[in-house]
């Protein structure tokens, strides 16, 4: 067993058992190291436009990280979006912020160009102290005319159809639906250079767009009430990970059926093989610890601390799984070790796996990541 798949497992272990935490987590004892930010303000910049999950994730949780930090400072949440997250975080890496007056949100569209070498990436996850990690699911949905030709789970009358969504970009968190949408041997062209998931959204609103898939906390806001109004359909979620890393239905949605549902009812998708492994771990890098939140590398050990300690007083508040579960889905929120397991997970992909996306990208839109 190589040390990636070792790691993997006992984060997967983690991330299973960090899902009781989120319905009751402990409070931590110790103070503050004498960190008082009373009158500061705190910007929590997210590499994403306003319209999308992480930005809905943001917005949820400042507000609940102001009433536990020392001081109560003012959260507010910056947007900065810019070739798929990686103008932001490249942005980030070149902050020497130390009083915790700075903080960065990612999601797996920061992490995937990271895991793929993507020559425009600057950054370095190691060099960031991670103080939370959110997991998250994605849910794809159709038009009611396109969904209403699936046989059950079947999506082979879709082969027949031309479709096109919004795209951030062919290495970013998308390729997790790309690759899903190939597998089920659908045609799908994606128009990348879209700022956010939200934007794929109002695309599809607007009729551009007839397939889209959005992250939990978007879904839920935005999609939802486009599905009770009989505008869109839900098609997949892409599911979620029971403790032994098997592919189960997604917790916040348990009556959609997850891509691997639909994959198996469909004969021109496989749920082995060399696809059906590069998907598997991609979707694990994206999804299970999608969301993280970052101090940089120069901020001193006690903020560190008194950040660490305000996300687990959030998370141990009687009514937090309940907002949570609302505004984000039912899904682990991860402190300490946990939070660095989670980081583990999503930065890190098998060899395999990679050379697989990469080939395939190369493919399927002439991305070369050389």
């Known amino acids: 067993?190589?040390?990636?798949?070792?790691?993997?497992?006992?984060?997967?272990?983690v991330l299973g058992a960090s899902a009781l935490a989120f319905a009751a987590a402990p409070a931590t004892a110790g103070g503050h190291g004498g960190v008082?930010?009373?009158?500061?303000?705190?910007?929590?910049?997210?590499?994403?436009?306003?319209?999308?999950?992480?930005?809905?994730?943001?917005n949820f949780y400042a507000p609940l990280l102001s009433e536990q930090l020392p001081g109560n400072p003012?959260?507010?949440?910056?947007?900065?979006?810019?070739?798929?997250?990686?103008?932001?975080?490249?942005?980030?890496?070149?902050?020497?912020t130390a009083d915790g007056?700075?903080?960065?949100?990612?999601?797996?569209?920061?992490?995937?160009?990271?895991?793929?070498?993507?020559?425009?990436?600057r950054y370095e996850y190691n060099d960031w102290q991670v103080v939370l990690a959110s997991g998250v699911g994605g849910v794809a949905y159709l038009p009611p005319d396109l969904a209403g030709?699936?046989?059950?789970?079947?999506?082979?009358?879709?082969?027949?159809?031309?479709?096109?969504?919004?795209?951030?970009?062919?290495?970013?968190?998308?390729?997790?639906?790309?690759?899903?949408?190939?597998?089920?041997?659908m045609t799908v062209d994606p128009i990348f250079g879209i700022e956010g998931r939200g934007d794929g959204r109002l695309m599809f609103e607007r009729g551009e767009a007839n397939i889209d898939y959005q992250t939990s906390p978007a879904y839920l806001r935005s999609v939802v009430p486009m599905v009770e109004d009989g505008l869109a359909v839900p098609m997949m979620t892409w599911g979620a990970l029971d403790d032994d890393g098997n592919i189960v239905r997604d917790p916040t949605f348990p009556d959609i059926p997850t891509f691997k549902e639909v994959c198996e009812a469909t004969p021109a998708c496989e749920t082995e093989g060399d696809a059906w492994d590069a998907w598997k771990a991609f979707f694990i890098a994206g999804f299970p610890a999608q969301?993280?939140?970052?101090?940089?590398a120069t901020a001193d050990a006690d903020v560190v601390a008194t950040f660490d300690k305000a996300f687990k007083d959030v998370i141990a508040q009687p009514d937090f799984a309940e907002k949570a579960a609302t505004t984000l889905g039912i899904y682990p929120q991860m402190?300490?070790?946990?939070?660095?397991?989670?980081?583990s997970l999503a930065t890190e992909v098998p060899d395999s796996a990679k050379a697989f996306v990469?080939?395939?990208?190369?493919?399927?839109?002439?991305?070369?990541l050389d």
């Not at 067993?1 to 272990?13: C, F, H, P, S, Y």
């Not at 990469?358 to 070369?368: F, H, I």
């Open 358 to 368: 990469v080939d395939w990208l190369q493919e399927a839109y002439g991305v070369s």
């Open 149 to 185: 030709m699936m046989d059950g789970l079947d999506a082979t009358p879709l082969q027949d159809t031309d479709f096109l969504w919004g795209s951030q970009g062919a290495t970013r968190l998308d390729l997790v639906a790309n690759l899903a949408w190939k597998m089920l041997g």
């Open 1 to 13: 067993m190589t040390d990636i798949e070792t790691t993997r497992r006992a984060a997967l272990g």
């Open 335 to 343: 402190t300490g070790q946990a939070a660095e397991n989670a980081k």
């Open 101 to 121: 007056t700075l903080v960065f949100g990612t999601s797996g569209s920061t992490q995937f160009p990271y895991l793929l070498g993507d020559p425009r990436v």
């Open 36 to 58: 008082d930010m009373s009158g500061k303000t705190v910007e929590w910049v997210i590499p994403f436009s306003e319209s999308g999950g992480s930005a809905r994730w943001a």
């Open 74 to 96: 003012t959260v507010v949440v910056r947007y900065r979006p810019g070739a798929g997250s990686t103008a932001g975080a490249n942005w980030f890496q070149e902050q020497d």
């Open 291 to 296: 969301k993280m939140v970052f101090l940089p």
